[in-house]
């Protein structure tokens, strides 16, 4: 009828869909709608054949609701084992979905779904379920690998218990299996019994007993150990008991009631780990006549004995009698006390008093009259303060139904005497009041006149008048604007106060605020747009105290309904111009990527970009005198036991290299080791090695590569056997110059054999044989044969073997090398729990000290090492190497100390909340850096 007009074309080749012989992706349908000036253009592609059904939909238009439109379907047609995936989009809404479908046994199935959805900020939704025989599997999680799988199979129709199994692969249980049998041993007795198995040696068993007296349980699992519960109840209409215990701790709680006509009460005694606890609470009412009550709680904390309060009151022929205690948790107050003792026969006359831990305040009335007539009388005040201990009121007063006041008092004080006069009126769309004051402390006398009046139901108007000074306030609220004045002339000073605001509607607001003080006048213009996504503002500043005029706007975008994506401009301008930028973008998958910049003539203008991830942390900074970056990466490796590894870039025009710090952490809990490489520009650093510990030894290794005072390649390594045959290797390496000593002792040949090569020694290698008599565990001093590549050598060797734990071995060495002529070697070693000690000490023909500590502290392995050498430039060598084996705040440390100068590293993460990367690095004099960086979970709310 509106003479418009629709245009429709298309195209279709359905043939080989509708048929099922496709192999391939292709066009099928194409169409193309015109209306009114809006257009939408669809395309459908896909296949289908005897094994998979693939179809997708894409649509765009100029519509207002529906901009793009995408449908996705493709599904494997296998009725045994089947994958799925179903995708819809519309605008900026999006679902898909992953579909897993199993077939198990002759009857069994299973059937998983993943769901991802724009609509929650939660990873993507995982639910299954499933039957294989009589057993039941159901799954739930979330993200890719967060999900729970358990089954259930009942016995005996679930009459008797149930079965079944249970996954958790994010914490490493798979294949949990669990057994609950119950049972009623009698009509008043229920047994439960629960097994779990978490693995090969982890076993968790609970058996319950529940019958008419309570409860009783037993727990035994690996983690927690063997515990014990119990609870006890019994309750009848005069009262109750109940207790409850965990191991040798216990509570109880043990009262009663009392009810009556107008009687309610509840006494409350308990006991927690042998301390007694006590609330009493009564409440008694015959109406206004007689009411009394209390609430005593009595408990073992120091300072909180007693606390409560109790309260009598009586009204009898117009006659109050009240009394009340309130008893705190404080010694400066410890108790109050109120007591009232009135008479209200046409007068009011009595008394009220109030002490505050022995501090008494009281208040007399001599009042007579009656609400018509009015009250004339005096009030009587005495307090333990000494500017107000007395104080005297008198006078009449007189009030005709809250619509007029007349009253005139004198008040005496102990250092002044005032007179107040009052009259007020009450119209019905005004009010007035007059009040004169007078004052012993005041040299003149005080006339004050009040008018309020309503001049319209939007509108109102506030005049005050003291003396010579006046105050006029008013308002008025009308067609989507508020006007609001107020004018005071104080002191012959005028001063001026009025806003303005405008809103009619959210885009499009706008107000003024003007202040005159005397001769100055400041004002502040503004307006605001509210749309969908996007906030604007401008704020205009003109004062006579400042020149020129300042203006300060910003805008704020929200493209996005999740609150994902956040960008604000602000700029301020006074003489010269300012801004900032930030954006801020969580919206898409990878993390959050944050942009920050500052342009202002007050410094250079900086960018700063921050990009988080759940396995990357970056940030970088451009100034005008280059671009400061720092890049942190971590991850662990898939096989089992899992590598850590980490990598930190830092590069910045301060800096004369750029540098790269890359570490992994490895092994299982029998052998960890460590690699650590630093680049300094082209020059690289290396740190690698080795721990490992046994019952019967132990194994430690460290190599470094460093340019550092040309030491390029420097190792050692020790290694330590203590079963039927001792054995000790220790080997060190520096300037391509390699030291051993070698030394093994077998218990049931006692066959003794020690060996030294170093350069150091004139024919390179000195080696000791010798056969021992007696027992091992006894003082022995053997004279042996040395022998070396040129000659023989004779000296004497002694070994003191306290126990297993604490052995001692020296030798003696007689030569005839000038130089050599006596040469001593000693060795010790010493083991406690799981700590060992080796010291080995030479004199000549080098004075060499070493000393090494190794320790497996279950969750740590912990390799000390000290080193005294006469060589120069290496008379000192310190080493600290630890490994943490299992723990959620790992960090990994090495120290080397060379000849005073300290060279070392850390690197600690933390992977529950809070969350935490650390890592530290010092090199001589030549690098000292440390970062940290803390979270809470909150912060990757944006990477789920």
């Not at 008893?327 to 008093?353: A, F, H, Q, R, W």
């Not at 605020?513 to 749309?531: P, Q």
């Not at 082209?682 to 040309?710: C, D, Q, R, W």
């Amino acid at each position: 009828p509106s003479g418009q007009q629709i245009r429709i074309a298309g195209s279709y080749d359905v043939g080989e869909f509708l048929e099922g012989t496709g192999s391939s992706e292709k066009k099928i349908v194409s169409l193309e709608l015109e209306f009114d000036g809006n257009r939408l253009t669809t395309n459908i592609h896909g296949y289908r054949n005897t094994d998979r059904l693939y179809l997708e939909l894409d649509g765009q238009s100029s519509f207002a609701r529906v901009k793009i439109f995408h449908l996705k379907l493709d599904s494997q047609l296998n009725t045994q084992l089947r994958e799925g995936k179903f995708e819809v989009k519309v605008n900026d809404f999006e679902l898909k979905v992953d579909n897993h479908f199993e077939k198990r046994g002759s009857d069994g199935y299973y059937f998983k779904c993943q769901v991802q959805s724009t609509l929650t900020p939660l990873p993507a939704l995982i639910f299954g379920i499933g039957r294989e025989g009589e057993e039941r599997i159901v799954t739930i999680g979330y993200d890719d690998d967060k999900e729970i799988t358990f089954s259930i199979k009942g016995k005996n129709n679930f009459e008797s218990g149930f079965s079944g199994h249970v996954d958790i692969p994010n914490f490493g249980y798979e294949g949990v299996k669990y057994d609950v049998e119950y049972e009623f041993i009698n009509s008043n007795e229920l047994q439960v019994k629960i097994e779990a198995e978490l693995g090969s040696d982890n076993k968790l068993e609970a058996h319950f007993i529940y019958n008419s007296e309570g409860i009783e349980a037993r727990l035994n699992s690996p983690v927690t150990g063997e515990h014990s519960m119990r609870v006890r109840r019994s309750v009848s209409s005069e009262g109750f008991f109940a207790e409850a215990g965990v191991d040798e701790y216990n509570l109880k709680l043990r009262g009663g009631f009392n009810s009556g006509d107008a009687k309610r009460g509840l006494l409350l005694e308990g006991e927690v780990f042998g301390n007694t606890f006590l609330i009493d609470a009564l409440l008694q009412s015959e109406g206004l006549q007689y009411t009394e009550g209390k609430l005593i709680i009595q408990t073992p904390f120091h300072g909180w004995e007693t606390i409560g309060g109790l309260f009598t009151w009586a009204y009898v022929n117009n006659k109050v009698i009240s009394h009340a205690e309130l008893m705190l948790p404080s010694y400066s107050t410890p108790k109050i006390t109120t007591e009232i003792n009135l008479d209200l026969n046409k007068k009011v006359d009595g008394y009220v008093t109030l002490d505050f831990s022995g501090e008494e305040f009281t208040l007399k009335s001599h009042l007579v009259g009656t609400s018509v007539e009015g009250y004339k009388g005096s009030f009587e005040l005495y307090t333990p303060f000494h500017s107000v201990s007395y104080v005297s009121i008198s006078g009449n007063m007189k009030m005709e139904d809250l619509t007029s006041l007349d009253t005139n008092l004198k008040i005496i004080a102990p250092f002044a005497t005032h007179e107040i006069k009052v009259n007020y009126k009450l119209h019905v769309n005004k009010v007035t009041a007059d009040i004169v004051l007078q004052s012993s402390r005041l040299d003149n006398t005080y006339n004050i006149s009040i008018e309020m009046e309503k001049t319209d139901s939007t509108a109102a108007k506030i005049h005050l008048d003291i003396n010579n000074d006046q105050i006029t306030a008013e308002y008025k609220l009308q067609d989507k604007v508020f006007m609001m004045n107020i004018d005071s002339l104080v002191m012959d000073i005028h001063r001026q106060v009025s806003v303005e605001a405008k809103y009619a509607s959210l885009d499009n607001m706008e107000g003024t605020l003007l202040v005159t003080l005397g001769n100055t006048t400041h004002k502040i213009h503004g307006n605001m747009n509210i749309a969908s996504n996007r906030i604007q503002s401008t704020f205009d500043l003109e004062s006579d105290l400042i020149d020129g005029q300042r203006k300060l706007s910003f805008d704020i975008l929200l493209p996005s309904p999740s609150y994902k994506q956040v960008t604000c401009d602000l700029v301020f301008v006074t003489e010269q111009s300012h801004s900032m930028h930030f954006d801020f973008d969580a919206e898409t998958s990878s993390g959050i990527h944050l942009v920050f910049k500052i342009d202002t003539p007050l410094f250079p203008k900086i960018t700063t970009t921050v990009d988080l991830t759940v396995a990357t942390a970056g940030i970088s900074v451009e100034t005008p005198q280059g671009t400061h970056k720092l890049l942190a990466t971590w991850r662990e490796t898939r096989k089992m036991p899992a590598d850590w590894m980490g990598n930190l870039e830092l590069a910045s025009p301060f800096l004369p290299v750029d540098y790269t710090f890359g570490i992994v952490v490895g092994g299982n809990q029998e052998k960890r080791t460590l690699q650590a490489e630093l680049s300094a520009g082209s020059v690289k650093h290396l740190i690698e090695g080795y721990a490992s510990m046994s019952h019967n030894g132990g194994s430690f290794s460290l190599n470094i590569e460093t340019p550092i005072k040309a030491i390029n390649r420097a190792s050692i390594e020790a290694s330590l056997s203590f079963e039927t045959k001792v054995t000790m290797h220790i080997s060190s390496t520096f300037a391509n110059k390699i030291n051993t000593f070698d030394l093994s002792f077998d218990k049931q040949s006692k066959v003794f054999m020690a060996t030294v090569e170093s350069p150091f020694i004139p024919t390179g290698m000195v080696k000791a044989e010798a056969q021992l008599a007696g027992e091992i565990n006894k003082n022995m001093r053997v004279k042996i044969d040395l022998m070396n590549k040129a000659q023989s050598i004779s000296g004497v060797f002694s070994v003191k073997v306290i126990s297993s734990q604490n052995m001692e071995t020296n030798i003696k060495i007689t030569t005839p090398f000038k130089g050599y002529k006596k040469m001593n070697f000693s060795a010790k070693y010493m083991k406690n729990g799981d700590d060992v000690t080796i010291l080995l000490v030479t004199e000549k023909p080098v004075k060499f000290n070493a000393e090494l500590h190794l320790s497996n502290l279950g969750d740590n392995i912990k390799a000390d090492i000290k080193i005294d050498t006469e060589i120069k430039g290496f008379e000192t060598i310190e080493g600290h190497l630890l490994i943490p084996l299992n723990s959620f705040e790992p960090q990994v440390s090495a120290n080397v100390m060379v000849d005073g100068e300290y060279y070392g590293g850390h690197l600690g993460v933390r992977t529950k909340a809070p969350f935490e990367l650390t890592y530290g690095l010092h090199l001589a004099d030549l690098i000292n850096s440390k970062f940290h960086l803390r979270t809470d979970s909150s912060f990757f709310s944006f990477l789920l």
